[in-house]
């Protein structure tokens, strides 16, 4: 069973930046490809989280959405069992809630909610004009 905990939310302003972490306990790190999701305010269900960022098991091959394509970046520490996630030029629609997730069988240029076997908590970025 794999822990995650999500951390580096808040609020910034539009062309701000904030950088999430997500550390890792209770498995091996190095067995999970990691996936940051985010879900829009009024989106309630986990299938409705949008797909961020995929970093691989080794942390050298890593997609983002188009939608934040030149702005985000995901990166990962093996050596710290932790994943990021750097926001630059952030956007108020890039407001929500964002999750890491961890998925043993599940890597590719999209991440799917349904693929994912552990979930954290989420944190709350809050973009504001």
């Known amino acids: 069973q794999v822990q995650l905990e999500e951390s580096g939310g808040g609020s910034a302003q539009a062309g701000g930046s904030l950088r999430l972490s997500c550390a890792a306990s209770?498995?091996?790190?190095?067995?999970?490809?990691m996936g940051w999701f985010r879900q829009p305010p009024g989106k309630e269900r986990e299938n409705e989280r949008e797909f961020v960022a995929a970093i691989s098991w080794s942390g050298n091959s890593v997609y983002v959405a188009d939608s934040v394509q030149g702005r985000f970046t995901g990166s990962r520490d093996n050596t710290k069992n932790v994943v990021y996630l750097q926001m630059n030029n952030l956007k108020v629609n890039d407001t929500g809630v964002y999750y890491c997730?961890?998925?043993?069988?599940?890597?590719?240029?999209?991440?799917?909610?349904?693929?994912?076997?552990?979930w954290g908590k989420g944190t709350l970025v809050t973009v504001s004009s």
């Open positions: 209770g498995g091996t790190f190095t067995f999970y490809a």
């Open positions: 997730a961890a998925a043993s069988h599940h890597f590719g240029p999209t991440m799917h909610p349904f693929g994912m076997d552990y």
